[in-house]
């Protein structure tokens, strides 16, 4: 092989690694993206990103069951006919607990105003004693389900890449929203509205 040629090669070779590199990295909210800033915090951040989905677009029911934080058992099918919204949080992700008090305030609006809605947190590797006692801090009063080893999780059908989560689930309970990230109320409630007229 020429010199000349080997030269082109090699330049080709490092063009394509470049045009590699850059398109790993082009997620800010990548795994890589976030290891890559060096700050440690041992979860990938969701960056706000809201995904919906039209009712010919939804897939299978979501089927989700577990134990609660108060000991008692929770069964999707106990929400049946209603709009369900999990939240997948962690005491150790700041971002879930700066959403959580949004969180309570849209379920209160709901609860008072009599809405088929139901919320329910997914509470990820805290304990129940470390779990509790972050929520009974921020004054949150719906539901959460216990660390199970990720078996809530695999019910998700793969909607939970990062942390927080929040699944909106229409009345028959396929998955019709999703934001990956920290979510305010007005989010939260303008994505229930729509989910509760499009059933």
């Given at each position: 092989?020429?010199?000349?040629?080997?030269?082109?090669?090699?330049?080709?070779?490092?063009m394509?690694?470049?045009?590699?590199?850059?398109?790993?990295?082009?997620?800010?909210?990548?795994?890589?993206?976030?290891a890559?800033?060096?700050?440690?915090?041992g979860?990938?951040?969701?960056?706000?990103?809201?995904?919906?989905?039209?009712?010919?677009?939804?897939?299978?029911?979501?089927?989700l069951?577990?134990?609660?934080?108060?000991?008692?058992?929770?069964?999707s099918?106990s929400?049946?006919?209603?709009?369900?919204?999990?939240?997948?949080w962690?005491?150790?992700?700041?971002?879930?607990?700066?959403?959580?008090?949004?969180?309570?305030?849209a379920?209160?609006?709901?609860?008072?105003?009599?809405?088929?809605?139901?919320?329910?947190g997914?509470?990820?590797?805290?304990?129940?004693?470390?779990?509790?006692?972050?929520?009974?801090?921020?004054?949150?009063?719906?539901?959460?389900?216990?660390?199970d080893?990720g078996k809530a999780?695999?019910?998700?059908?793969?909607?939970?890449?990062a942390?927080?989560?929040?699944?909106?689930?229409?009345?028959?309970?396929?998955?019709?929203?999703?934001?990956?990230?920290?979510?305010?109320?007005a989010?939260l409630?303008g994505?229930?509205?729509?989910?509760?007229?499009?059933?």
């Open positions: 092989m020429s010199a000349s040629r080997r030269t082109v090669l090699t330049a080709l070779g490092g394509f690694a470049t045009a590699t590199l850059a398109a790993c990295s082009s997620d800010p909210n990548s795994v890589s993206a976030q890559n800033k060096g700050d440690s915090k979860y990938v951040a969701g960056d706000g990103t809201i995904e919906q989905l039209a009712v010919s677009q939804r897939g299978k029911p979501v089927q069951d577990g134990t609660l934080l108060d000991g008692k058992t929770w069964s099918s929400a049946d006919g209603k709009v369900v919204v999990l939240n997948v962690g005491a150790w992700c700041p971002p879930c607990q700066n959403e959580l008090p949004h969180l309570q305030s379920w209160a609006g709901w609860q008072a105003a009599g809405q088929p809605v139901v919320m329910l997914i509470n990820q590797r805290d304990s129940v004693q470390r779990a509790q006692a972050t929520l009974a801090k921020l004054k949150v009063t719906y539901p959460s389900l216990a660390e080893g999780l695999l019910s998700l059908q793969g909607k939970v890449r942390y927080p989560t929040t699944l909106v689930l229409d009345k028959e309970h396929r998955i019709a929203a999703r934001v990956s990230g920290e979510v305010t109320e989010t409630k994505l229930v509205d729509d989910v509760l007229k499009s059933a």
